[in-house]
């Protein structure tokens, strides 16, 4: 594919060019930044008028732009976001949606739209994106790229809008796994001969296949994702197994995915109250009809109960960190169905997209789990992608096994 | 000792009583809040008048708080802070320096400074400070409480003002181990029967005391330390090693205290200078000279160098979470010296007390790892505390077994 016109893509807030302070791993790489991160000298506008206009210039780039620029990277630009990165579509009221040139009718994912976007159009190698809730993964699916979502807190978020602390992490989207390697090498600062490197082929733990996971998908997408499962198998025999999330943590209340999807929100719902309604309550920002509805659903939260989210959290995240070994890989569908549809008012989507795509997209960030969507399908031309998790930590194991089981998995 | 007058204490900013929001194990306890996490309908002003004027008051309490007022604890105020939560000495230029009861002529350390001061001055039974690098432990250690950082991630920073995110921590003071306990469960969420309690005693891991850290003391402190270290060893036998860092970590250039301190250092510079400078850009605040110079030597690292310094953190952080198995603990003095003296022009202060602090500090920070510092020596009235460093989640068994051994080893 050509890469698409700066204009026609639709990815971009700025576009300049920031060359890099150092020579290293990414030489000759160009990255884009999702407008929640700040690049020295710019504002930081998190996809909302309001939030541009009440926030100054950053004095300094964020520590992870600051760690890529530093390995030979070269910043072409900042990317759009949904406000205040709430959102899976990447219809941005304000910004518009950026192209997603594999399915150009349907929508690109968000929040870090702009970012899939850039780099699916060929006009960046990588990009920086945020993911709370699937804001790296979503739109790595809908777009036909590799996404990261890193264990939380391996990857710096100085210099980042808060929205979740205890949710929020710095991914990346990338074109290939090669240059998505390259990157997480650079920000989990594990770009050192001195520091072990991960190399087991093939894998020495077991690759559990959620069927439950699968179950929750849209048959069309269990169909195209099918031949991928069927090849890891072939390859590697009784490593794959198949099991449940509630059969891996031995424990039935974990079986429902329901619940961690409650879990998520009341959490996510906590805390993105503390971090932004008061900046809300002094400047009464204009927002989108679909983040209007979001901030409302947030205040109609029971503060009181962020406690009981917690227990069942910490719960849950002790079941199953305990159940995936350093070695382990889970494998599941990144989203229960094709790219949405673009559609004049988003907001007034009916049925239950955000409810089971959050389902699928809430276990990594409940148990703090790294996750790695990769592209191996489509229907009718728009991408569906197939997901891996790992232990925490064990990240760069985790992008090379999907790089691995990726290359000979491609149907 | 009487409580000390509210006046005469000089911890708080702001009195006022919040009611717990539903009844539980915390019930009938007093708590306060460092005035840099939020409380609603509060502003919050980070020890610097500049940010109270240019930031609106909180709609919504940090969720730590929600935490504590739904397992019924009764918040009584909010504390004197360093500005910004910049400083380990406890002397705010603004809002002056909280009472060290037990010495009154010395400073009760800092940053959490009103928070030490309150709990330890009897008008609140335990306190919420926040530790980037040392601010809950070095005030504990002064005023001859129990203060604890938890687990990197452990406790819930939305609504806390971030500083340096990879390092911040919200942490509690509190007067006795069991009050400790209690709050440690709600804050950490393991406040349910259905979650694995810690029970073991002896401990089943091994207390490694760490000789270097002891030699980075003044021989003062090492003489009144050592009779709790006698008693443990008598207490537990073989349990109780004495190792260094270098020979626990296996690595020599972990044996570098100063390696760990500039580490440490680098990380919190570059974060702070991303969660900071465009607020101090666009308002141009007055700070104390303290204050001023810290800003400076954070403009003065070289960003491009963060990677390194991410590098080493890393190095660093697996070796010795690796050497610190689930049941082991590390003891080391909580500070190399006793609390300085108040001085009138606190930043003229000569010598090295930073830097052989932070030495010390540093090394729960860069790893992640849980501390609890327990009162139990005094030179001449100045409380020495004693510190255990745990491993990663394991704040409950710690504290556990810190109360323990606590109890055993009192003089």
Redesign the interface.
């Known amino acids: 594919m050509e890469p698409a016109s700066i204009e026609k893509c639709g990815a971009f807030v700025e576009v300049f060019s920031l060359p890099p ?2 020579n290293g791993s990414l030489d000759g790489l160009r990255f884009a930044v999702k407008d929640l991160i ?1 690049v020295a000298g710019h504002r930081t506008g998190c996809g909302n008028p309001t939030w541009l206009a009440t ?9 992870c732009v ?2 890529l ?3 030979g990277a070269h910043c072409v630009g900042k990317t759009v976001t949904d406000e205040v990165a709430f959102s899976l579509l990447g219809q941005n009221h304000f910004y518009g949606t950026p192209l997603n040139p594999a399915a150009p009718d349907r929508v690109p994912g968000g929040s870090s739209s702009g970012s899939a976007s850039a780099v699916a159009c060929g006009l960046a190698d990588f990009a920086l994106g945020t993911d709370t809730g699937g804001s790296v993964r979503i739109p790595a699916n809908n777009c036909g790229l590799w996404g990261w979502r890193p264990t ?2 391996a990857v ?4 980042v809008m ?1 929205f ?3 949710l929020d992490t710095v991914g990346v989207l990338a074109a290939d796994c090669d240059v998505l390697q390259r990157v997480a090498r ?1 920000l ?5 001969p ?3 490197t991960p190399t087991s082929d093939p894998p020495s733990g077991a690759i559990y296949v959620l069927t439950d996971a699968f179950s929750l998908a849209d048959a069309a997408v269990r169909d195209v994702l099918q031949p991928s499962v069927d090849v890891l198998r072939d390859l590697l025999g009784d490593v794959v197994r198949e099991s449940s999330l509630g059969e891996i943590c031995s424990a039935p209340e974990a079986a429902d995915w329901n619940a961690w999807l409650d879990t998520y929100r009341r959490i996510q719902a ?6 932004l ?6 400047t009464r920002p204009e927002f989108g009809p679909a983040t209007r509805a979001g901030f409302e659903f947030i205040r109609n939260q029971d ?5 009981d989210a ?2 069942h ?3 849950f995240s ?1 079941l199953l960190q305990l159940a995936v070994g350093p070695r382990d890989l889970l494998c599941m569908p990144t989203a229960p169905t094709v790219a949405p549809l673009k559609v004049a008012r988003p907001f007034d989507r009916g049925g239950d997209y955000y409810h089971r795509t959050l389902s699928l997209t809430s276990v990594a960030g409940v148990a ?1 789990l790294p996750q790695v969507s990769i592209p191996v399908a489509d229907i009718d031309g728009a991408p569906i992608g197939l997901s891996f998790l790992g232990a925490p930590g064990e990240d760069l194991y985790l992008i090379q096994m999907a790089g691995q089981l990726g290359a000979r998995s491609k149907p």
Not at 270 to 275: D, G, Q, R, V, Y
Not at 303 to 307: P, Q
Request: glycine share 4%; no cysteine.
């Open positions: 302070t150092r700040d926030h100054p210039p950053a004095v300094v780039s964020a520590v600051e760690q620029l530093a390995a939380h807190g710096s978020v100085a210099g808060p979740a602390p205890s650079v989990t600062a594990m770009n050192l001195s520091i072990d906590a805390e993105a109250e503390s971090s309604s008061a900046w809300v309550a002094e503060r009181t109960r962020v406690g917690a227990r959290r910490k719960r002790r703090r």
